[in-house]
Structure formats: structure tokens, C-alpha cells
């Protein structure tokens, strides 16, 4: 009896790391030889490879290297802004100090002359209007304290500034005033006096560089 015995050759497949172009992924391949040269086949692919410390610290410095990036655009524009602002402030500043309507507090100015814009139609118009129109550009916390009667009532408050504001106008016969509470109403008087405060402005805004040798 005679038994024959037959070879069989095995391979072992193994993982590792392959790079491509969107990562690192996870492969299992194996090693024949092939014509006498060792050649590699991928077996299943299982996966992108878990970042390593290294590949995680350099993740993390690139993207705060973006951050910082971004941060030092983010202050360029806040700069600017700001730096416009004082330029817009100064205008105005100037504007209704030329007028002898100057004041010191930033809203107060950019109020005044909003409500300046509207009565410069020549029309009467109804203090609840005028507190829609500007309203939102006084801060809260001034129109909370408006009132005495109703502290921290903003509803009461508003109308309450818009008129201390048009009283300023009142007191120098710039604009007329009729109608008692809500009834009250505002009209333009001295239309080349408010004609002039806002072509002041438009020539300031013009040439910036005005502001600074008035």
C-alpha cells in the first residue's frame, strides 16, 4: 500500500496601514511570490486607521493655527468698525455743534439727528411714530429709567426719551410742537437750519479727513 503525501503551501495575511489621498486606512493583505518578486494583495479593505498622538497633535496645531487666523481677521474687522464709528461719531459731534446742538453721549447724537431726517419732510408727525422710528437705537437701560412713575418699563419709557429729545429741538425754536399726551404731534420750523446739520454730515462722510481739522 502506498501512501502519498501532498504539500500544501499557506499564506498569512496580516494588516497595515495604507496612505492614500483622503487618509490612512486599515488593510488586510497578504504576500506571494510571484516570477521570484514578492507581491502584495489587498484583501479587504477595514476601514480608516484611529489617529495616532502624533496625528492628533498635528491636527490640533493646524487648527489652531486656522483659529488664530480667523482671530487676527476677526480684530482687523472689529478695528475697522470701531475706527468707523469714531469717524461717524466725530461727524455727527461736529455737525450739531456747528448748529449749537452739540452733545456728548453717542446715542443721544444718533437719535436727534433720526428724528432731524424725519420731521425734515415739513409734516406733522405723532410722537408714537417718531418712537417706532428711533426707538431702537436708544439703550434700554436709559428708557427703563425714563418714566419715574414706571421704572423698568421700557413701552413707557421709549416715548418718554423721544420727547426729552424733541424738547431739546422745542426750546430752540427749530421745530413746533402741538396736542397734549398721546395726541402730541412735531413738525419741522427751521427747515435751512436742519437742511444744514445734514449736508454737514454728507460732506463730512465725503472727506473724512475733514473731521479731523475742524
Known amino acids: 500500500m502506498s501512501v502519498s ?75 475697522k468698525q470701531d475706527d468707523l464709528r469714531t469717524v461717524r461719531f466725530e461727524v455727527e459731534r461736529k455737525a450739531l455743534a456747528a448748529f449749537g446742538t452739540e452733545d456728548v453721549d453717542e446715542w443721544m447724537i444718533d437719535v436727534r439727528l433720526r428724528l432731524l431726517k424725519v420731521l425734515s419732510d415739513g ?17 434700554p437701560q436709559w428708557a427703563a429709567r425714563a418714566d419715574p412713575r414706571r421704572k423698568y418699563d ?7 426719551v423721544v420727547t426729552r429729545e424733541l424738547q431739546a429741538f422745542l426750546q430752540d425754536k427749530r421745530i413746533e410742537k402741538r396736542g397734549k399726551g398721546k395726541t402730541t404731534e412735531w413738525r419741522l420750523l427751521d427747515r435751512v437750519w436742519a437742511e444744514g446739520i445734514l449736508a454737514k454730515i454728507n460732506g463730512f462722510l465725503n472727506d473724512p479727513g475733514k473731521v479731523r481739522s475742524c
Not at 507581491?39 to 493655527?65: F, H
Not at 409734516?123 to 439703550?139: A, D, L
Not at 421700557?154 to 418718554?160: E, F, I
Request: aromatic share 10%; glycine share 8%; hydrophobic share 35%.
Open 5 to 79: 503525501l501532498q504539500r500544501t503551501r499557506w499564506r498569512m495575511s496580516f494588516i497595515r496601514k495604507i496612505k492614500t489621498s483622503s487618509g490612512i486606512y486599515l488593510a488586510r493583505v497578504e504576500n506571494r511570490r510571484v516570477d521570484g518578486k514578492v507581491k502584495q494583495t489587498v484583501l479587504e479593505w477595514l476601514g480608516k486607521a484611529p489617529d495616532t498622538e502624533e496625528t492628533l497633535y498635528s491636527k490640533i496645531n493646524r487648527l489652531m493655527g486656522q483659529l488664530e487666523k480667523m482671530q487676527t481677521k476677526l480684530n482687523q474687522a472689529r478695528q
Open 154 to 160: 421700557l413701552d413707557r419709557g421709549l416715548p418718554v
Open 123 to 139: 409734516n406733522w408727525h405723532y410722537t408714537f411714530f417718531m418712537t417706532g422710528t428711533v426707538g431702537r437705537y436708544i439703550p
